[in-house]
């Protein structure tokens, strides 16, 4: 008799704690889709070659920008467990004016920015509805311009498509405002690197570096 109770015992201590498991797996992990929006300020550095009058001579510009943008962004992801979660992110840049001096050339143009990144996000809990951010994500960037270059008595009207990679990092954190929903907020920094660009009429290659820093806003929806 006394065996019989002790394996019931164990039963039951088992069969609780796989209940206990379950439960707390559905609370604490599953999918979740949010969108966010960012206000961010672009460092540009690039290096312009373009020919000249009939292609008779080759002109090559370094210059530096500095400008703001608004953007915002889907994603969709999986909860591993209260502390990590990963993401798939699609950000779209609002498109940009920029006009630029530079030694004997003008560049005068519009561009936009769209990335496809997947994410890693470690949330330690901070509060009793708060968590630490700290995420950090990678992928491929794609951008788009339209410039119009003027160097002395040639004026030349270029669209370029670019694509790269992109890497960053976000630290912030995260509020929960409902049992299935939350805010996640805090501040951005993105590297691009685009490499060797050509125009579509080929006049015009250029080298670019980008590095962004902002801030984020956003919220998730859990399953």
């Known amino acids: ?66 400008s703001g943008s608004l953007g915002g ?3 969709a992801g999986y909860i591993i467990s209260p502390n990590h979660r990963t993401y798939f992110e699609f950000n779209n840049v609002a498109k940009t004016e920029h006009d630029i001096d530079g030694s004997n050339v003008h560049i005068k143009g519009e561009q936009s920015f769209k990335t496809f990144t997947l994410g890693y996000a470690f949330t330690p809990s901070s509060g009793e509805k708060s968590r630490f951010l700290l995420d950090v994500h990678v992928g491929r960037a ?4 339209r410039e119009t270059i003027t160097s002395g008595f040639t004026v030349m009207k270029e669209d370029m498509k670019f694509s ?13 405002i409902i049992e299935n929903g939350e805010i996640e907020y805090g501040v951005k920094m993105d590297g691009y690197s685009y490499g060797d660009l050509t125009s579509q009429s080929g006049r ?9 820093v902002g801030l984020f806003i956003g919220v998730n929806y859990k399953f």
Not at 22 to 46: C, L
Not at 142 to 145: D, N, P, T, Y
Not at 204 to 212: L, M, P, S, V, Y
């Open 1 to 66: 008799m006394k065996n019989m109770s002790l394996a019931k015992l164990i039963v039951g201590i088992v069969v609780s704690g796989a209940c206990t498991n379950v439960a707390w797996a559905d609370a604490n992990s599953g999918v979740f889709i949010g969108s966010s929006f960012t206000y961010v300020r672009s460092s540009v550095d690039f290096q312009t070659t373009f020919d000249g009058i009939f292609g008779l001579y080759r002109h090559t510009v370094t210059m530096k920008e500095s």
């Open 73 to 75: 962004s889907i994603r």
């Open 142 to 145: 794609s951008a788009r311009a």
């Open 164 to 176: 790269g990679t992109v890497i960053g990092i976000k630290l912030g954190g995260i509020y929960e």
């Open 204 to 212: 015009i290659t250029a080298k670019r570096e980008q590095t962004d």
